[in-house]
């Protein structure tokens, strides 16, 4: 067996469907069917019972799915070593806003434990670069926040967030269950500086030009600041940690937000596909 089919058994294995399988693994889905059906041959059992609406494992598809992961962990492992080895033992993890903070100590202690060589370099990145150093090349990997600019870059999906605006505890809509858009119309809103990323700004402004203008900000800080100080309103995730004095209401017609992992597609870096797996799997347990 080769390690690349079983990476692309353990996508499978994982979204219990080949055609999301295959947009994890930037490959069409016809090679990918093709390459499980001859591990199957090769093995000499069924590891997967297909449907219209997905797979699901055999119980030999679940011993080898455990098995896979142990095995491509070690390799993963080894590539790492030798790239240590061979003095790159660094990598750089871009972050946006509280980005790293939503991800938790969990990771940062796990990937230690993993990697105990290896340095991590922190970029934190302001908001008008929200691939947190990517492009740049400042950063090898990025945790961060949807949507922006996926040009070149792959992406790994750990968590989904609902949208609410932050406000004043004293604002006449801090005591409402949830809002829309509409009632947030013609008030002062933060904004984004000019050279941001277009899909990021859309997103985070969707009023555009229907709200009264606020402080151009940067940061997460500047943001609560300016709220704070000048009842300017913006979004954030609902759940979001907020200071005394602050509330966020959810915004029923606003989409979600995905915290991501993301990293340039040509990067076959070691050390970041590693991250990756073990981020996936904290995720994967934690949600």
């Known amino acids: 067996m080769e390690l690349r089919t079983l990476r692309y058994f353990v996508a499978v294995a994982e979204e219990l469907h080949f055609g999301r399988a295959a947009t994890r693994l930037h490959m069409t889905q016809p090679p990918l069917s093709r390459a499980i059906r001859q ?3 090769e093995l000499g059992c069924e590891l997967l019972q297909r449907s219209p609406t997905g797979v699901v494992l055999t119980p030999a598809g679940t011993s080898l799915y455990k098995d896979a992961r142990a095995l491509l962990a070690q390799a993963d492992q080894a590539r790492a070593r030798a790239v ?15 980005s790293a903070e939503q991800a938790g100590a969990t990771l940062a202690a796990t990937f230690r434990e993993r990697h105990p060589g290896v340095e991590i370099r922190v970029h934190e990145a302001d908001f008008t670069d929200p691939t947190a150093g990517l492009r740049s090349g400042a950063a090898d990997i ?16 750990l968590h989904t967030d609902p949208i609410g605006v932050v406000l004043r505890s004293d604002d006449p809509l ?24 277009s899909a990021w700004r859309a997103f985070w402004m969707p009023l555009g030009s229907r709200t009264a203008d606020g402080p151009v900000v940067r940061t997460i800080h500047e943001c609560v600041q300016a709220v704070l100080w000048n009842g300017t309103i913006g979004l954030t995730m609902v759940g979001h940690r907020m200071p005394p004095g602050l509330t966020v209401i959810p915004v029923a017609d ?17 050390l970041v596909r590693s991250f990756t797996d073990i981020a996936g799997t904290l995720y994967r347990a934690r949600n």
């Open 39 to 41: 591990l199957e041959i």
């Open 174 to 197: 801090a005591t409402h269950a949830s809002v829309q858009l509409e009632e947030l119309a013609d008030r002062p809103w933060f904004r984004l500086p000019d050279d941001t990323d």
């Open 84 to 98: 240590a080895a061979a003095g790159a033992a660094v990598l750089t993890l871009g972050t946006l806003a509280d």
């Open 254 to 270: 606003m989409p979600s937000s995905d915290l991501v992992l993301a990293w340039n597609s040509a990067d076959n870096n070691p």
């Open 142 to 157: 990025a945790l961060t926040r949807t949507p922006f600019d996926r040009t070149g870059l792959t992406l790994r999906v």
